[in-house]
């Protein structure tokens, strides 16, 4: 293994608002990401604000997969980090914002335990199934 692990940041614009605040909704996304991406589910934890938003963690064998959502401006702030080679955290990312079902997707990804953080990727790109 040349790194510790890989991170993903992604920000996610023009998502479904309803999705974005309800709690059920984007605790099942999360879970099913980490599920989709072969992650080992270890503890869930979100969040409901009032009166907008939603925050929550899937803390996996691997590391973690966080989100905070804004309903108001429909965007979401996610990132995926996975220890090892094995799971792909791009999987999820984008497993999550088909479930968000954003049109507009930011993403960079790190390579992790290396030192100075350097920039593997960057993309922005319109995930499939993205309409409402």
């Not at 965007?75 to 791009?90: E, H, L, M, Q």
Request: aromatic share 6%.
């Amino acid at each position: 293994m040349d790194t510790m692990g890989r991170h993903v940041v992604a920000e996610l614009w023009e998502c479904d608002p309803k999705l974005l605040n309800d709690i059920e909704q984007v605790e099942k996304i999360m879970v099913n990401a980490a599920i989709e991406s072969g992650a080992e589910v270890r503890e869930v934890v979100f969040h409901k604000f009032t009166p907008l938003g939603v925050s929550g963690v899937v803390v996996i064998s691997e590391s973690h997969l966080t989100i905070h959502s804004f309903p108001e401006h429909g965007y979401a702030s996610i990132d995926v980090y996975t220890c090892g080679d094995r799971i792909d955290p791009k999987v999820a990312a984008d497993y999550i914002a088909r479930g968000l079902r954003a049109n507009k997707q930011e993403t960079v990804q790190f390579a992790r335990g290396l030192g100075k953080l350097r920039v593997e990727e960057q993309t922005v790109e319109a995930p499939t199934g993205g309409t409402r």
